[in-house]
């Protein structure tokens, strides 16, 4: 039973592993010290909407055996409006991606650093860190043999590893189990709050995967009675994922300070209290976390520029390659001398604010297509949750340009 569970899991697993990166687990540790249990909910919701925007996704992936990225150029028949929201992908998935990988791979170093303490080095006149240039080094190794399998195995296997890590932090921790329920099923804004909610669901709720996700099951999958296999795969992996973000809030709501600002502060202050056990789970945790994290982005941003573009070939092409490759060095430079290109990541920030809707509102429209989809097409119960989803997504979308753009 296990055996075949573990088999028919896969693309679900990475899109989980995507965006359970360093930025989600921080905002989760500052929701878990800020709040305690109370806003639970608000990462409950943003489970349950991830979960039906990737089931959609998955389900134009397995029935078309097309890409996302290859629908929306296939689809979008206006030339203006076609040539914008192609320009508008690349920007915020392929640019974005470059720039938030810095980000991944110093928190999977954020992680071995908690363990062996900070591995700088002058060259010349930088400083560079040694620890991101070895984290880049796992991830290029790993998207270089081009195999999926593989790939799906390994990364399964760090989500795994993972969602123990916090897991067992969490339990280490004795919680409440009533006030953990009661954050889950009543929920609460406290005052200050709001922000934190929206960076909870921001930060699940990620345009990139419904790309990565439509593509991955193609990988895997090719008829559409393994339909069932893809649903279950994917409320499994992403419910697992929503899981492990709710342990790290319930883990960071046992510390009462501060002077926290990311799970490796966390780590150390649970050792006082909890022992050493507490740090290395949390840290491996971490370390798992970030590199995931920092082989699907360049994955995602190298599927979205082949379907946008209109490549050919698989993993082991020159063109998909050369995408990630370019995204990955990007990140090891970045990370490793510390560089951070503020204006660049935020007009990534605004691209990813405004496409998230129009990605939700094209993905919904294709959903009800005969002629890409035929029986498989939306029910008018989906449509409906669907509408509610994509208002949603706007103002998400528009909450995180004002923020970028310092309005309020």
Not at 69 to 98: C, D, M, Q, T
Not at 167 to 184: H, R, S
Not at 382 to 395: D, E, K, M, R, S
Request: aromatic letters at 8%; glycine letters at 8%; proline letters at 3%.
């Amino acid at each position: 039973m296990i055996k075949k569970l573990l088999k028919n899991i896969g693309p679900g697993t990475l899109v989980a592993a995507a965006f359970i990166g360093p930025g989600t687990v921080t905002v989760c540790t500052i929701a878990g010290i800020n709040f305690g249990f109370n806003l639970l909910w608000a990462m409950l919701i943003s489970i349950l909407a991830t979960i039906f925007l990737q089931e959609m996704a998955a389900r134009l992936g397995i029935i078309s055996q097309k890409g996302l990225s290859e629908v929306i150029r296939e689809e979008v028949k206006n030339p203006v409006f076609k040539s914008v929201l192609i320009a508008l992908i690349l920007v915020a998935i392929v640019i974005g991606n470059s720039l938030y990988e810095a980000g991944n791979i110093s928190g999977a170093v954020l992680g071995l650093e908690t363990v062996l303490g900070s591995q700088n080095y002058m060259i010349g006149p930088f400083y560079v860190n040694a620890l991101s240039i070895l984290i880049g080094i796992i991830a290029f190794a790993l998207l270089y043999v081009g195999n999926y399998k593989f790939l799906e195995r390994v990364l399964v296997s760090l989500v795994l590893i993972m969602s123990l890590s916090f897991l067992i932090t969490a339990i280490i921790t004795k919680p409440n189990v009533i006030e953990i329920f009661k954050g889950l099923v009543v929920p609460k804004l406290p005052e200050n709050g709001l922000l934190t909610v929206i960076a909870l669901i921001g930060t699940t709720v990620v345009p990139y995967n419904l790309f990565l996700h439509a593509s991955l099951v193609k990988e895997k999958w090719n008829k559409p009675e393994d339909i069932n296999s893809v649903k279950k795969d994917t409320i499994i992996s992403i419910a697992l994922g929503g899981l492990v973000s709710m342990a790290i809030i319930i883990s960071a709501a046992s510390i009462n300070s501060d002077t926290i600002a990311n799970v490796s502060d966390l780590a150390k202050g649970l050792e006082p209290l909890y022992g050493a056990f507490a740090k290395y789970f949390l840290a491996i945790g971490l370390f798992a976390a970030g590199i995931t994290s920092a082989i699907t982005a360049p994955l995602a941003a190298a599927y979205v520029a082949k379907g946008c573009l209109g490549w050919k070939g698989n993993l082991k092409s020159k063109n998909f390659r050369g995408v990630w490759i370019f995204i990955l060095v990007l990140g090891i430079l970045f990370s490793s001398l510390g560089v951070k290109p503020i204006q660049i990541i935020k007009v990534a920030q605004v691209a990813n604010g405004l496409l998230l809707p129009l990605i939700a509102g094209i993905l919904l429209w294709v959903m009800n297509k005969e002629s890409v989809l035929g029986k498989f097409k939306n029910t008018k119960t989906q449509n409906f949750i669907g509408l509610c989803l994509l208002v949603f997504t706007i103002f998400l979308g528009l909450k995180s340009i004002l923020k970028v753009l310092n309005v309020y």
